[in-house]
């Protein structure tokens, strides 16, 4: 390596060997992971490898980057904090005092950057070209796509158990309406924490002994978001949490990549962020059985428009900031900013 390049490490959780960086990886669905080849190549530009932290001599690193509060080594080198998951997730997000331990934060939750002196970072988002095929093509009307998981923490926040009311809700009234899809949905909802987690796989084990299915609708795993929301006209389509301001995942762009209408339900200010054209929020109706109503009761040609209003959105300024070059671009230039390196 060029003596005169600097040298980073990066910490995800799952991701060693740099394999983040690996298109190949078969963590790389719908290539999910282009935000950190894009990161990895925008460091290396400007004068810097960046390698998983197991890859690198933390002695010899000139900085680290967390995705998510861990451990800083006050020895070390100089971290960075990119927060990505909320703390029902990673409950050590929550502790805003931990983050005074980093040289700099990024985050999507807009009053923690600014109480902070951090920098907000939208969720990276990659909608290819909108699926083009019309509600007419659609036969199909609702499915969701989510794993059969749990919160860490008692909270609630949580959307965990919305899904399950949601997914019941079709399962005794519209059962032939609404596909199920995912992992684990073979086994009982977890309760909180790994314990919990723990005993739905067991039971889950017992379930598939006798030939037990919990969930009716459930169509098993897939390789390809969009090619499963390309056959439907809505999907459900909840974050993890619910409440928290700019938090905004792959989900809701999940559906506008295959040409989906998203039944949304998750970041407190998701109106401020995607045109309200764009997707059917949750929160305007007073239950499920209403918002089923009002699906079943959309034309093709408000699909159509729905559609539109995406496709505009999609390549608008509005959009920019959930561009995964845009992610890449704002870490890079913030780490080089906070060390006082020149950027080229």
């Not at 792959?250 to 295959?258: L, P, V």
Request: glycine share 6%.
């Amino acid at each position: 390596m060029n003596r005169e390049m600097k040298s980073g490490g990066i910490v995800v959780s799952g991701f060693r060997n740099n394999e983040l960086f690996d298109a190949s990886s078969p963590h790389n669905r719908d290539d999910c992971l282009l935000q950190w080849r894009l990161l990895r190549d925008c460091f290396y530009e400007n004068g810097v490898v960046l390698n998983t932290l197991d890859q690198c001599d933390e002695s010899c690193l000139d900085f680290v980057i967390h995705v998510d509060v861990r451990v800083v080594n006050k020895g070390g080198p100089p971290c960075f904090l990119v927060v990505y998951e909320t703390p029902l997730t990673w409950p050590k997000n929550a502790n805003l005092d931990l983050y005074s331990s980093y040289r700099h934060v990024f985050t999507w939750d807009d009053d923690v950057a600014e109480s902070n002196g951090g920098t907000v970072l939208r969720y990276p988002q990659y909608a290819k070209a909108l699926n083009s095929d019309t509600a007419q093509k659609r036969k199909k009307l609702c499915c969701m796509i989510a794993s059969n998981k749990s919160a860490n923490v008692n909270d609630g926040r949580e959307l965990y158990s919305d899904r399950i009311k949601v997914i019941r809700w079709f399962q005794d009234h519209a059962p032939e309406h609404f596909d199920l899809y995912g992992h684990r949905w073979d086994q009982p909802p977890p309760s909180v924490g790994r314990l919990g987690r723990g005993l739905a796989i067991l039971i889950g084990k017992c379930y598939r002994f006798v030939g037990y299915k919990p969930f009716m609708s459930y169509c098993g795993p897939i390789s390809s978001k969009g090619e499963v929301l390309g056959r439907y006209k809505f999907a459900i389509c909840f974050e993890n949490a619910k409440d928290f301001k700019g938090y905004v995942t792959e989900k809701i762009f999940d559906c506008f990549a295959a040409g989906c209408i998203p039944i949304y339900l998750g970041a407190s200010n998701i109106s401020e962020l995607i045109p309200d054209d764009c997707f059917i929020d949750y929160r305007t109706f007073g239950s499920f059985a209403k918002c089923y109503e009002y699906m079943c009761s959309v034309s093709d040609e408000q699909l159509n428009d729905y559609q539109l209003a995406i496709s505009n959105f999609l390549v608008s300024r509005k959009a920019v900031p959930f561009h995964p070059a845009n992610f890449a671009k704002t870490i890079v230039h913030g780490v080089m900013a906070a060390n006082g390196w020149a950027k080229t």
